[in-house]
């Protein structure tokens, strides 16, 4: 939820923080502003909407050259997403500090009331103002902005990341950091500030994670980090994997197209390394939790939101299958506030991609301070859950700009797998030789992957057809339940349209109510050559539908003799282990709301009131 940047060195400084922007854009598009301080002062552009406002704004009105500035992209919480609303906020009467603010001042109600009693006018309904002015204030006080600034921060609650920058010191950018997302980019006589590394990451690899309660007081050539208490911090630095050509679009349609074509290669980068052709797993990240550890692990919880979480219930039904470890998957904000059981020998497993949900974190924190230990899968280097966790699973998916998660998601069900192998192994609940048999199934969903990818001309023209349906439900047993789940929730952000995913089980207990003439119903089948297959069950689960006028697309297994018989249409993924199937079976779903979206003449690497990286409660 929101996007930062900032920016002090040679290059033209308005270049460097529209770009970082244009990355950051994903975590929020309510309104867009940058400030920059030149030889003639400070100057702000804001405008409401997309960055491209801004940028027609600033094409109006031109900025002078700057070498030293901060960029916002804003999804609102405190005030409607107006100009006036938009960041960066100016504090004081001479109006020479300019701050940007990603997070909630949760004491802002007391802190404003000050102000306004010493005789500060308010330009904007936002918590951010309040701490432009107080800075502003504090720093005619002491004259010196790094200590006016510290002086603030330790004022406020809340979740935070204040960038700040003044006319009279226009060589210093100062950042603050607090339950919210900062990072800082390494250049060359440069430096620069972002939420995530994908603000920078196009002028530098080198990276240095801020942590919680640290200040950040950056100047082209030299950078010292403090803590709130005025401690110094030494800075750990990290190189960023991602390419910057991997967050561009590359000719693709949106990002989300560009990023489900990506996953073949997300699932075998997730796995690259790891899985030998014998089954084995290796996982040498994980060396933060000792054999010990895993041996005294009596239980499970995963947490995780959204699409994150229906990765989670995927690898509940691997891990359970095949570590035979009871796993309980909890949505974070649920598990977080209801007094949750854990002990020493419960295992956290946190899923995040952007590892900033800030429902996840305080899940794990939560659980941390109980005596869990906490293993993150997480697809962000450097991120607050990946820092906080005793041990991380990096997914390799790269980095994901649509808001909508897809190439994320399989490389998180990838992991899934990947922990339920190792765990698997680490307890001896599953056979040597089934365990390689896996392993190598396993090593096939790649290449399964891109042959679905292949063949979905089908998938595609019935969500173009689609466009005018007002309802759609998706029904899928074992792992096609939480896929069932996942489609339902594409068609929700992107197409704006009621979908619920049902277990297929669950149809006669309730929702079956639902279907009358002509009501499409997706239906995940599963293969049919399993022993204990539960094909026939789903099967007679369609004929109950259809008997009561449902419209049904079914994904099945090739080679599935029966299912075309009772479905209108059927989309056929490759043969897989049931259990991998999952895969598979989803990206139909995404394609499917791709394509709805998009007919609705839809925005679908940005649907309307979300934002990519929830880092508010
Ligand atoms: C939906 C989607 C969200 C995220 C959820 C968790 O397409 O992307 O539901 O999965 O907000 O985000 P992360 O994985 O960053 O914790």
């Known amino acids: 939820m929101c996007g930062i940047v900032g920016y002090v060195g040679p290059k033209s400084t308005l270049e460097v923080l529209l770009g970082g922007l244009r990355r950051l854009e994903y975590r929020g598009y309510d309104s867009a502003g940058v400030s920059v301080i030149s030889g003639t002062g400070l100057d702000t552009r804001k405008k409401a909407g997309k960055l491209d406002n801004l940028i027609a704004e600033i094409t109006n009105h031109p900025l002078p050259d700057a070498h030293i500035g901060i960029g916002h992209t804003r999804w609102a919480t405190h005030g409607a997403p107006t100009d006036g609303n938009a960041h960066p906020h100016i504090g004081g009467e001479a109006a020479k500090l300019s701050l940007i603010h990603n997070g909630i001042i949760e004491n802002f109600y007391e802190l404003k009331a000050e102000l306004v009693e010493a005789g500060t006018k308010f330009a904007s309904e936002t918590d951010s103002e309040v701490a432009a002015h107080l800075v502003a204030a504090e720093f005619e006080k002491t004259g010196d902005l790094p200590t ?34 900062l990072v800082i980019g390494l250049g060359d006589g440069e430096n620069f500030l972002g939420s995530d590394v994908a603000a920078f990451v196009e002028h530098t690899k080198r990276a240095i994670s801020v942590g919680q309660d640290e200040i950040v007081i950056l100047r082209a050539g030299e950078i010292e980090i403090r803590t709130f208490d005025g401690a110094p911090v030494t800075p750990v630095e990290f190189e960023v994997s991602w390419d910057a050509s991997a967050a561009s679009k590359g000719g693709w349609s949106s990002f989300m197209a560009k990023e489900i074509a990506d996953q073949p290669q997300a699932v075998a980068d997730t796995l690259m390394g790891r899985l030998a052709s014998d089954g084995s797993v290796r ?105 906080e966790s005793d041990a991380v699973i990096y997914t390799h998916a790269g980095p994901e700009v649509a808001v909508a998660s897809t190439k994320a998601l399989v490389a998180q069900i990838t992991a899934g797998y990947l922990l339920a192998l190792f765990l698997a192994a680490g307890r001896g609940a599953t056979p040597k030789a089934e365990l390689a048999r896996l392993g190598k199934e396993l090593l096939q969903m790649p290449e399964s992957v891109a042959e679905v990818l292949d063949g979905l001309e089908g998938i595609r023209q019935l969500g173009k057809d689609m466009a005018n349906a007002k309802s759609v439900l998706f029904l899928g047993r074992n792992v096609g339940f939480p896929v069932a789940m996942e489609g339902a929730l594409k068609l929700k952000e992107l197409a704006y349209i009621h979908a619920e995913g049902f277990a297929a089980g669950e149809l006669k207990h309730g929702p079956i109510a639902l279907i009358e003439e002509g009501q499409p119903v997706i239906v ?43 479905a209108e249409h059927v989309v056929f993924v490759p043969k897989a282990e049931s259990i991998f199937a999952s895969l598979l079976t989803v990206i139909p779903l995404q394609v499917f709301a791709l394509e709805l979206s998009t007919a609705k003449g839809l925005d679908v690497d940005q649907p309307r009131n979300l934002a990519k990286s929830v880092t508010v409660e």
């Not at 003044?166 to 607090?178: F, G, I, T, W």
């Not at 789903?538 to 090739?558: F, L, Y």
Request: one cysteine or more.
């Open 524 to 566: 995940i089948v599963p293969s049919q050559r399993d022993e204990d297959s539960l094909h026939p069950k789903v099967i007679s689960n369609i004929q109950e539908i259809r008997a009561r006028g449902a419209r049904v697309i079914a994904i099945a297994e090739e080679g599935d003799n029966q299912v075309g018989d009772y």
């Open 148 to 181: 006016a600034f510290t002086n603030v921060v330790k004022r406020l609650r809340g979740a935070f990341t204040l960038l700040a920058i003044h006319e009279d010191q226009p060589d210093v950018v100062l950042a603050a950091r607090r339950n919210s997302p």
């Open 283 to 387: 996982l040498s990240e994980i060396d933060g939790l000792s054999a010990e550890d895993i041996k005294n692990i009596d239980r499970i919880i995963m947490v995780a939101c959204g699409t994150a979480s229906y990765a989670c219930d995927v690898a509940k039904y691997a891990i359970e299958k095949f570590s035979r470890i009871p796993v309980q998957v909890e949505l974070s904000h649920e598990f977080r506030y209801r007094d949750p059981i854990v002990t020493p020998n419960t295992l956290i497993v946190a899923v995040s991609q952007s590892g900033e949900t800030m429902d996840t974190l305080m899940a794990t924190r939560y659980a941390k301070e109980a005596g869990a230990k906490v293993l993150a899968i997480c697809n962000t280097q450097g991120a607050t859950l990946a820092r």
